[in-house]
């Protein structure tokens, strides 16, 4: 009875999108703040950035301020769609906490890959000037979707309807694509982008590891035992 009840189709996923919501409030939200707390109270943005070198100091507070930040309204809705668009089946398949935790987590340890692990590489290939280049908005945590999406197709219950698979492998792909299609023109910020996105991606890899492991953590237990 209660599969029944959690029949999908794409109106009952989407209403029942708290998370996603939730996401997006978030979001909104510091949107507005940095923008009183940098135009009325005249706070410099560059508080709010993250950048390697900074990172690498040790000022860690900058990670969780800068995957918040967004200077541009038209980054921000961008971003949002993104969220829209595959937040609603991944958190139908995983719950709203599993989602919300991994979205922002995905920026979080992203940064820090991003930092630690191709801070040494960006310097010696592209040069000081894009070294110290700063960072900010939820772009890594959009880019640690893809792999809940993934999941999100793989886990069997609560089942999908054929349309919302559809409609969920389309957008995935979309997104994919447009976010990590090899351009040979690109410019070395933009190459160092997509390797920022990538480490969003590879966080997004090891939620979904800790989600598999936490679903699964009464299998593995028998088994070890």
């Keep these: 009875m209660l599969l029944k009840l959690r029949n999908s189709n794409l109106l009952s996923i989407v209403l029942g999108a708290r998370g996603t919501f939730l996401i997006c409030f978030i ?38 301020t ?36 991994s979205f922002f987590l995905s920026s979080w340890i992203g940064v820090l890959l991003f930092s630690f692990g191709f801070g040494g590489f960006i310097q010696s290939t592209f040069g000081i000037g894009t070294y110290i280049y700063s960072f900010y908005g939820a ?47 690109a410019s ?12 969003g991606f590879l966080a997004g890899l090891l939620c979904v590891l800790i989600i598999l492991i936490l679903r699964n953590r009464k299998k593995i237990f028998s088994y070890m035992s």
């Design 188 to 199: 070395d910020t933009e190459v160092v982008v997509q390797i920022a996105h990538s480490c």
């Design 27 to 64: 979001l909104l939200s510091c949107y507005l703040l940095y923008s009183v707390l940098a135009y009325t109270f005249l706070i410099p943005t560059g508080n709010f950035l993250g950048d390697i070198p900074s990172v690498l100091r040790g000022e860690f507070w900058r990670i969780i």
């Design 66 to 101: 800068s995957t918040v930040y967004h200077y541009e309204w038209e980054h921000l809705l961008k971003n949002m769609l993104a969220i829209i668009v595959l937040g609603p089946f991944i958190e139908w398949k995983t719950g709203s906490f599993a989602l919300v935790t």
């Design 139 to 185: 772009s890594m945590s959009v880019y640690g979707l893809f792999p809940m999406a993934i999941i999100a197709l793989l886990i069997k219950k609560p089942a999908f309807s054929l349309m919302t698979k559809f409609v969920l492998l389309g957008s995935f792909l979309y997104y994919f694509i447009v976010g990590f299609w090899p351009n040979p023109d």
